[in-house]
């Protein structure tokens, strides 16, 4: 999992709430990006960042908002807009976006 | 439309054997593809990357293959172990100008058994 943590590692929340998924890394890499898993599928972008104040939409961003404020952090939130929450959350970094990409543990969020 | 497609979506093989994972992509244009291992609830780890010109890369039991020209990678695993239970995941970069650069397979899940 290198210098990229998450927190928590499990998430329960209740339909209806937005909730923040944490990212931290110190690896001074300058691109981040958080990922969807969904069992048996692909990971799917929702959100990625190349610099600090600057993040594009992936794939699948409807539902989903973030920030970058400062370099080492990338949070995530699921708002109650996301129709199907309940998914295993990835963040991850590279030093740039071409470059090879350093894995978080990943989230497990359940919304119920 | 880009596409990466892994074969077979799961294996269980013998603790000692060899196995071959497959991986098709469609993806244009095409910057490098990558090869991740995934254990079950964690983040997946880096195996291999491989660029266009770039035929085999090995990373210890593990050998990557590409052919550009038919669009296909392989993944060998040599006398695998048990620790080798996880999930494979292709990957395929379209490099830094295509935005949303990456497209990932869906994965074999392999399952090692003593």
């Known amino acids: 999992d290198g210098g990229i943590t998450q927190s928590p590692k499990y998430l329960f929340r209740k339909e209806g709430q937005n909730v923040t998924l944490s990212c931290e890394q110190n690896l001074n890499h300058d691109a981040m990006y958080w990922y969807r898993q969904d069992p048996g599928q692909g990971l799917r972008l929702i959100y990625y960042?190349?610099?600090?104040?600057?993040?594009q939409k992936g794939d699948i961003a409807e539902g989903y908002s973030v920030s970058r404020e400062k370099k080492e952090s990338f949070p995530l939130t699921v708002t109650s807009a996301q129709k199907n929450p309940t998914a295993f959350y990835l963040c991850?970094?590279?030093?740039?976006?071409?470059?090879?990409?350093?894995f978080g543990p990943g989230t497990r969020l359940t919304v119920t | 439309k880009n596409q990466v497609e892994q074969s077979p979506q799961s294996l269980i093989i013998l603790e000692g054997k060899n196995c071959t994972l497959q991986?098709?992509?469609?993806?244009?244009?095409?910057?490098?593809l990558r090869w991740y291992k995934q254990d079950t609830g964690r983040g997946p780890v880096s195996l291999t990357i491989?660029?266009?010109?770039?035929n085999t890369k090995s990373n210890g039991r593990y050998t990557a293959t590409l052919d550009a020209d038919t669009k296909q990678s392989s993944l060998h695993i040599t006398a695998s172990q048990l620790s080798d239970s996880a999930s494979y995941i292709c990957v395929v970069s379209r490099g830094e100008n295509a935005g949303n650069m990456l497209t990932f397979g869906g994965g074999t899940r392999l399952m090692v058994k003593p």
């Open positions: 991850a970094s590279s030093p740039r976006v071409t470059i090879e990409q350093y």
């Open positions: 991986c098709n992509y469609t993806v244009s244009p095409f910057s490098n």
């Open positions: 960042s190349q610099i600090v104040n600057d993040f």
């Open positions: 491989m660029t266009f010109s770039e």
